[in-house]
RNA sequence: CGGGGCGUAGCGCAGCCUGGUAGCGCGACGGUUUUGGGUACCGUAGGCCGGAGGUUCGAAUCCUCUCGCCCCGACCA
């Protein structure tokens, strides 16, 4: 993409509704406007990231054995009647009344309405296990929204609800759902901290949240500093193997990891001192068994191989997309802006042309980008005729991980500079060089794509 | 929902107390200049002052109502 064709309305000063540096950053970089308490406009550039990270979403739910599919936003009022939940969720929920008068509601979640769908189609045990999931705009009609997309009314979500048939198989949905999550946030470059936390209204005892640490975190988390060092990495892992998904659960809650909900001096105070952490958290993501609260209440019965009928037993997921922008922009900046990692970067380098009109420059210019094209690499080409320190704030303000800077002074030896967004270091090399030094560092993030 | 605050140009603000027909910085646009970290100078455009009603010869300014937004708290992914 070409700067002086897109869309991206930087802005030099700080807009004062935001308080908080995701927030504030993401208006300054021209990624998102509200339009209303808690709703915004995705700009080009944040709708980039947003996609970006729904694509790691889908393919690590896909790789799970997840199937997607699409609900609708609004619901009738009914099925929530039948769970009792509409009179349970409380001025949270947007009800609309059609023309018909009918009760509708911009749904906040989508567990009766999944339930509808599976008790449509699904009698037998034959069929299961199931795992359905979409990404879909939820409403929560929040009294107070704040922090940009952290909290606001509107929000993407993935969530994703299985349907099995007796406790120790959807015991391994909880277990499957938790390695794919850990999966997932390392891809975007985050460290996600599975912690066991309270039901809330989704119900059910047998759940953990998954947390990001940071200052501006939402809720306090107590936690063994051990687990921090764990890392799911590259692993390989049967999706179907119970020992295995059981094994990497086991690894990743076996160390003490608990919000203020569930927070226990006791049992925390058994972790030697020096290990011992208080923080914040946001959290990014919580895993639900629930078994049958809703097929139940719903009649979603299954009849088993004994011929008997039994209600199915479920559990729900789910993942904040569009609050994970807000999350990785808290755990990444620097007074300069915002810095991606490379797994949901909306471009994957930028080149900043240092003398824009000078044939030379420009030329040498449109070939890299050229050649980053063909081999696969979106630049953001900033070929504004702008001075070298209003490319270069811009550059950092919007985060891409990698720069190249291309000027007269460089190419007289055929040589570009290639900086790192993070380190500040930069590296003089051909222009060829740094293509494909971009495609070393791209690699392991191609790799991942399922 | 309780408490507090704010709506004046694209963004950040002054003007309001003590009514007299709107201003500054940044940005945008045009030019000169400059050219490796938001260059300097000159110029231009852009606002019926959130909305409605009232008081007044006259309202951004005073009064009433209303809408929106922000902050603290409670609540929440």
Redesign the pocket.
Known sequence: MRLSRYFMP????D???A?IVSHRLMLRAGMIK?Q??GIYSWLPLGFKVLNRIQQIVHEEQQRAGHIPMLMPTLQSADLWRESGRYDDYGDEMLRIKDRHKRDLLYGPTNEEMVTDVFRSHVSSYKDLPLTLYHIQWKF?D?????FGVM???E?LMKDGYNFDLDRDAALHAYNRHLVSYLRTYERMGLQAIPMRADG??IGGDYTH?FLVLAETG?SEVFYDSQITDLKFGAREIDYDSVAECQAVLEEFTSRYARTDETHDEAIFAEVPEERRRSARGI?VG?IFYFGTKYSEAMGATVVGPDGNRVPVEMGSH?I?VS?LLGAIIEASHDD?GIIWPEGVTPFHAGIVN??QGDVATDSACEALYAELKTQGLDALYDDRDE????K???M??IGLPWRI?V?P??LANNKV?L?SRRSGESVEMSPQEAVLRLKEIYKPVFDAAY
């Not at 930087?10 to 000063?13: G, I």
């Not at 929040?142 to 704040?146: G, T």
């Not at 001075?387 to 209003?390: E, K, S, T, V, Y």
Request: positive net charge; glycine residues 14%.
């Open positions: 930087v802005l030099k000063e807009p004062k509704e308080q509200q209303a308490a929560r929040e009294m107070r929204p704040r909290r606001g009314r929000f809330g209204p949240e939402e959290e919580q789910g904040g609050r300069k240092l003398k001075r070298a320190g209003a270069f704030a811009t950092d303000l800077t000027g002074r460089g500079e900086t």
